[in-house]
């Protein structure tokens, strides 16, 4: 499975985004997809997933963020609004044949090559 994540660029504080990931490959093999940031100097960190239908996010983006998935189309998007200056990191699309439970960053079979998003306060 290959992934290519778009749609990351520089934008104001309160500002949105949406961010699409593309895959290829045996797709219907994901059973999760996830998105999962780096800023510098920092860990990388959960931000959200779709397991089987079900979603998940990390409590800083909980009610700004929002993950779907098309199956028919094998592409997933993460839209986020309200964005804040602490969004800012690179952003990684990641998918697993497993149900990866829980809010974690780890545990990924696969990742995209990361898009950038810069929020300016």
């Known amino acids: 499975v290959q992934l290519v994540e778009s749609g990351g660029g520089l934008v104001q504080s309160g500002g949105s985004l949406i961010l699409s990931c593309a895959a290829s490959?045996?797709?219907?093999?994901?059973?999760?997809m996830g998105w999962v940031r780096q800023a510098p100097g920092n860990e990388r960190e959960f931000v959200a997933s779709w397991r089987g239908g079900v979603t998940s996010y990390a409590d800083s983006v909980k009610g700004r963020f929002t993950i779907s998935r098309d199956n028919a189309k094998s592409t997933g998007d993460l839209r986020m609004n309200s964005l804040k200056p602490e969004d800012t990191a690179v952003y990684y699309c990641a998918a697993s044949p497993r149900n990866l439970g829980g809010s974690r960053w780890y545990g990924y079979d696969y990742w995209g090559q990361g898009t950038q998003v810069t929020v300016s306060s």
């Open positions: 490959g045996r797709t219907f093999s994901i059973y999760t």
